[in-house]
């Protein structure tokens, strides 16, 4: 049975940094599979954050997130991690952890309201205040 658990979410002031882990179990492999972070802010719709295909080869992230979050895969911890550096207030959101089928699901989908991926944690909170 595949798990994902989220964890390092928590409550930091405006640009400060967290970084999100989330360790997989029951089959899926970071390293070797396409992986994604999403986040849910308050009252507002499911977005994608960051993806990563397997192999890490190919990252996909949100614009508006480039060059302040970086998503990361380990070969030898099973887990994928989330860098998030010089957080803003409208970061503040429920983040998760997500694993798809195949790469061509997981970096298409990254892009939908409703992602079509097959493996979901239960997400870590992040809340950044002013």
């Known amino acids: 049975q595949v798990q994902l658990e989220e964890s390092g979410g928590g409550s930091v002031q405006a640009g400060g940094s967290l970084r999100l882990s989330c360790e997989a179990s029951g089959g899926v492999t970071p390293s070797r599979s396409c992986m994604a972070w999403f986040r849910q802010p308050p009252g507002k719709e499911l977005e994608g954050v960051a993806a990563?295909?397997?192999?890490?080869?190919?990252?996909l992230y949100t614009d508006s997130l480039k060059g302040r979050f970086t998503i990361s895969q380990s070969n030898t911890k099973n887990s994928l991690y989330l860098q998030m550096n010089s957080l803003k207030p409208e970061d503040t959101a429920r983040y998760y952890c997500?694993?798809?089928?195949?790469?061509?699901?997981?970096?298409?989908?990254?892009?939908?309201?409703?992602?079509?991926?097959?493996?979901w944690g239960q997400g870590t909170q992040v809340t950044v205040s002013s």
């Open positions: 990563a295909s397997s192999g890490g080869n190919r990252t």
């Open positions: 997500a694993a798809a089928t195949s790469d061509s699901i997981c970096l298409t989908a990254f892009w939908s309201n409703t992602p079509n991926y097959k493996y």
